[in-house]
């Protein structure tokens, strides 16, 4: 049995449309990334307002715990590619594939992603 847990910390005024939308952007990435075949994995969510960066991804204190801090001030796309670049991160973290400061691949994948999620038209 796979334990997927998805905790929304909703540190603003987010919206249930912004929380849907980060829920299933979320899980969109799960499958996508190749993560779902993990046993455990728990991906807390923040959204406030950030000063320096879109978005951050940072290890948990728990094994295959995740913590990912988006900026509320964007707009839904921006929102969307955000989580996907973090989640990028999660699974360099998970799979142990982290090289450099993580950024060449996040970049590289978000635009891409993004536009794969959207195409599929599930938000």
């Known amino acids: 049995?796979?334990?997927?847990?998805?905790?929304?910390?909703?540190?603003?005024?987010?919206?249930?449309?912004?929380?849907?939308?980060?829920?299933?952007?979320?899980?969109?990435?799960?499958?996508?990334?190749g993560l779902s075949r993990f046993r455990k994995l728990n991906i807390r969510m923040d959204i406030k307002a950030l000063k320096d960066c879109w978005g951050s991804c940072e290890e948990g204190n728990k094994d295959r715990s995740y913590i990912i801090t988006v900026d509320s001030g964007q707009s839904i796309r921006n929102y969307v590619r955000t989580i996907i670049?973090?989640?990028?991160?999660?699974?360099?973290?998970?799979?142990?594939?982290?090289?450099?400061?993580?950024?060449k691949e996040a970049e590289k994948l978000e635009e891409k992603l993004t536009d794969e999620l959207w195409k599929e038209n599930i938000l």
């Open 1 to 33: 049995m796979r334990s997927i847990k998805i905790n929304g910390v909703w540190t603003c005024s987010a919206s249930m449309h912004e929380k849907k939308v980060a829920r299933k952007t979320i899980q969109w990435c799960i499958k996508r990334l």
């Open 85 to 103: 670049h973090e989640m990028v991160h999660v699974k360099q973290y998970v799979r142990n594939e982290w090289t450099g400061d993580g950024e």
